[in-house]
């Protein structure tokens, strides 16, 4: 079965100081991967995918993910974090189509980030 | 290109009413799926619509259904509306969807709440 974890559902950072969101994963394939951010009372926004090209994701706003297929682990990082990065963050696995969970997004329970002055 | 409409924003309805939601995908999309996000259940997948027809469907009673039409717009029902059904309703479009690779971009979503 496809899952998702995200090891920490607050995170609480200083400004100026990096961010470490963690999510690992399960899947019987090969998956596709996606970190989404949730700000208040808005939808979801992309901020970087992995779909089986460079195992270094880079993404918008400073934000990267590194692919680590033996630890099957997708964790976000950011060097500095801003006060606009505070919101709800997401990791999404998806499968290949043509397995049995193909087409589907599944995601993690998300990580609320909080950005200290 | 617009991004993803969702229609009303916000709704509040009574318990055993019925409720139409309404989204627009991304101009040349084809692929439309629901989410559910509550606190407590988080995000949960509803169905997925492409080309007219249900191509996936989450773990949902059957008082939950959808519809798209010719032009990809896309229509979720409830119906018989219970308090639990009080969440924000996602949608997101993508070009085809049966791909993994295909990114899905979300729209605004609608604030339904049952008294």
């Known amino acids: 079965a496809q899952s998702v974890t995200q090891l920490d559902s607050h995170v609480s950072v200083s400004e100026g100081t990096p961010v470490l969101l963690r999510c690992n994963y399960s899947?019987?394939?090969?998956?596709?991967l996606f970190w989404y951010v949730q700000h208040p009372n808005k939808g979801l926004q992309l901020l970087l995918k992995?779909?089986?090209?460079?195992?270094l994701v880079k993404g918008i706003n400073g934000f990267e993910a590194e692919f680590k297929k033996s630890e099957t682990s997708f964790h976000l990082t950011k060097p500095s974090a801003h006060m606009s990065d505070a919101a709800e963050y997401f990791c999404?696995?998806?499968?290949?189509?043509?397995?049995?969970?193909?087409?589907?997004?599944?995601f993690g329970t998300g990580t609320s980030l909080t950005v200290i002055p | 290109k617009a991004g993803v409409t969702q229609t009303p924003r916000y709704l509040i309805k009574t318990r055993g009413q019925q409720v139409t939601l309404s989204c627009s995908p991304i101009?040349?999309?084809?692929?439309v799926s629901w989410y559910q996000q509550t606190p407590g259940q988080g995000l949960q997948f509803l169905f997925e619509?492409?080309?007219?027809?249900?191509?996936n469907k989450g773990n949902f009673p059957g008082r939950f259904s959808g519809r798209q039409f010719s032009n990809s717009r896309s229509e979720m029902n409830v119906s018989t509306l219970e308090l639990g059904d009080s969440a924000l309703y996602l949608c997101?479009?993508?070009?085809?969807?049966?791909?993994?690779?295909?990114?899905?971009?979300f729209g605004p979503g609608t604030r339904l709440t049952v008294l």
């Open positions: 997101a479009s993508s070009l085809e969807g049966g791909r993994s690779t295909d990114t899905q971009y």
């Open positions: 899947s019987s394939y090969s998956p596709s």
């Open positions: 992995y779909t089986s090209a460079a195992t």
């Open positions: 999404v696995v998806s499968d290949p189509p043509g397995s049995n969970t193909g087409n589907q997004f599944y």
């Open positions: 101009s040349g999309h084809r692929s």
């Open positions: 619509y492409f080309s007219e027809t249900q191509r």
